[in-house]
T-cell receptor
Framework: AQSVSQHNHHVILSEAASLELGCNYS??????LFWYVQYPGQHLQLLLK??????LVKGIKGFEAEFIKSKFSFNLRKPSVQWSDTAEYFC???????????????FGKGTSLLVTP | GAVVSQHPSRVICKSGTSVKIECRSL??????MFWYRQFPKQSLMLMAT?????????EQGVEKDKFLINHASLTLSTLTVTSAHPEDSSFYIC???????????FGSGTRLTVV
């Protein structure tokens, strides 16, 4: 069955520390990959996405992610976190040859990040 | 950017009653609407997919007679939880996608509590 796994459920970091959140997926075909962030009380917001091309994707707010096809992974990274990065982070995957696949997103369970001053 | 307005944000209802949740796309036409359910500390689980003017496609295990989805226009989709029970208490989120677009715009979610 298709699945998305996020290994870290809760992460606590001090400000300025580096962040890496793991995401692995299990899909048989071509995939599109996403990372979303959900700040407390707010809706999901897109951080970055990968459809094709350069496997190193840069997103908003200094986040980036690297697609490693051989490892079925799409880990999220940020060199230096801020207190304002405290949020829930979701990795998501859908099937498709391109950005217009239109399939629903399949989400991981999320990682709760707490950044302390 | 694209915005989806979801209402209500919170609702408490009595067991046996029905609750309607609305999602409106404010500045684009939502040809496809996805409805998700999220339990505490869990992932978003897809409930159903609806295309404007068509019947919704429900995921396995989701009761279509209990969770009624209407997508009658390109800017409005509704989810009605019929004869709600305490086990239906959850966080419901809609996600809209426009024609030819590559983005999924999420509503802010509805916290349903059935007492």
């Amino acid at each position: 069955a298709q699945s998305v796994s996020q290994h870290n459920h809760h992460v606590i970091l001090s400000e300025a520390a580096s962040l890496e959140l793991g995401c692995n997926y299990s899909y048989g075909g071509t995939v599109n990959l996403f990372w979303y962030v959900q700040y407390p009380g707010q809706h999901l917001q897109l951080l970055l996405k990968y459809f094709s091309g350069d496997p190193l994707v840069k997103g908003i707010k200094g986040f980036e992610a690297e697609f490693i096809k051989s490892k079925f992974s799409f880990n999220l990274r940020k060199p230096s976190v801020q207190w304002s990065d405290t949020a829930e982070y979701f990795c998501a995957v859908n099937e498709g040859e391109n950005s217009n696949s239109g399939y629903a997103l399949n989400f991981g369970k999320g990682t709760s990040l707490l950044v302390t001053p | 950017g694209a915005v989806v307005s979801q209402h209500p944000s919170r609702v408490i209802c009595k067991s046996g009653t029905s609750v309607k949740i609305e999602c409106r796309s404010l500045d684009f036409q939502a040809t496809t609407m996805f409805w998700y359910r999220q339990f505490p500390k869990q992932s978003l689980m897809l409930m159903a997919t609806s295309n404007e003017g068509s019947k919704a496609t429900y995921e396995q295990g989701v009761e279509k007679d209990k969770f009624l989805i209407n997508h009658a226009s390109l800017t409005l989709s509704t989810l009605t939880v019929t004869s709600a029970h305490p086990e239906d208490s959850s966080f419901y989120i809609c996600s809209a996608r426009g024609a030819g677009g590559d983005g999924y715009t999420f509503g802010s979610g509805t916290r349903l509590t059935v007492v």
